[in-house]
């Protein structure tokens, strides 16, 4: 039996609690977004203290060395993003969409601009998901979210080679053990969640629950993802190894294993940095002049190399998806 009077009490004492809650949200929120500013900020501080070791000199003995090999990096950009449309296309296959293949890629284009404006580009599914009807896109962010974890894995798997071959080639690189405890860790997390989120009955955990019926909904496709977005993952991340070193030789660094196992461990460190937007621009090139400065003594060469990759790599084709992202749409599927 109800006690007359408690009703609203009941109420009252609800709403207390889910004013609570979403107060506790708010400032979880706030508190990450000022860890990623700090983080940003840091970083920048570093960069600015490193730019200024540059002398003019420096910037004015700049010059494309060997032209071939950035006409090649640039060209590849065309390999990068086709793989990756590659995923998009077979995710969204296997999720059961008809759509047409040129509505998959402008999707895949202006995901591009919505990654570019948030954080670690995690936002890429805001773009992709507006081609799809709002009962539809639930699917459309968890199978672009699958995506990202299997390029996840392969970011922090060659970051391990990467880190074990400099390690052994008695390379300086500060805090290498603690990165490979971390990369050992994330790997294995990253990898444990990739191959069970497909197997496992996930409405038994209880912070699923409330979405329990679209989390179960794409377990199915997730089955027949694993291999291929795995495979084509590590392909395209070899592409950016490849893109990134043409680059560097292309403005005058000499190519060397310990370059390739420098940029594995680059990219690692700069996937494990949180950043706020465009990309890791400023967190790369930071980074690059840290880790590559170690065997690159030119650190111009390092800057525009690693400027360049992200103008051919996101920056045009950002560019390119603004355009799809703004412009009117009908909703398939």
């Known amino acids: 039996m109800v006690v007359p009077g408690s009703i609203p009490r009941i109420i009252l004492s609800s709403t207390i609690i889910m004013n609570s809650t979403f107060e506790k949200l708010k400032v979880q929120k706030s508190l990450l977004w000022l860890v990623k500013f700090l983080v940003f900020v840091f970083v920048l501080y570093q960069l600015v203290k490193r730019l200024q070791k540059i002398s003019l000199d420096d910037f004015s003995s700049l010059a494309i060395v060997k032209p071939i090999y950035i006409i090649i990096a640039m060209t590849l950009v065309f390999v990068n993003w086709g793989i990756e449309a590659l995923k998009w296309y077979i995710t969204i296959r296997k999720i059961g969409f008809k759509t ?8 895949l284009l202006s995901g591009i601009s919505t990654g570019l404006i948030t954080p670690n580009r995690i936002g890429n599914f805001i773009g992709r998901m507006l081609y799809f009807k709002p009962k539809k896109r639930a699917l459309v962010v968890l199978g672009t979210l699958y995506g990202n974890l299997a390029q996840f894995i392969a970011t922090v798997f060659f970051g391990m080679i990467g880190l074990y071959f400099i390690k052994n080639n008695s390379i300086q690189f500060e805090y290498s053990d603690t990165l490979i405890v971390l990369s050992i860790f994330l790997t294995t997390l990253a990898v444990l969640i990739y191959f069970s989120y497909p197997f496992i009955w996930l409405t038994n955990i209880p912070i699923l629950r409330s979405k329990a019926n679209i989390i179960q909904l794409f377990r199915q496709p997730a089955k027949r993802l694993v291999i291929p977005l795995l495979i084509l993952s590590g392909c395209r991340y070899l592409v950016f190894i490849l893109q990134f070193a043409l680059l560097l030789i292309g403005f005058g660094a000499m190519f060397s294993h310990e370059l390739i196992y420098s940029l594995f461990v680059l990219y690692l460190v700069s996937t494990l940095t949180p950043t706020l937007i465009l990309g890791k621009l400023v967190v790369r090139e930071t980074l690059a002049l840290l880790i590559l400065g170690t065997i690159i003594f030119n650190p111009v060469i390092i800057l ?30």
Do not use: C, D, H, M
């Open 100 to 107: 047409s293949n040129s509505r998959i890629v402008q999707s």
């Open 304 to 333: 525009a190399a690693s400027f360049s990759l992200w103008l051919i790599n996101l920056g045009f084709p950002a560019v390119v998806g603004l355009y799809f992202f703004l412009k009117p749409k009908t909703t398939e599927e």
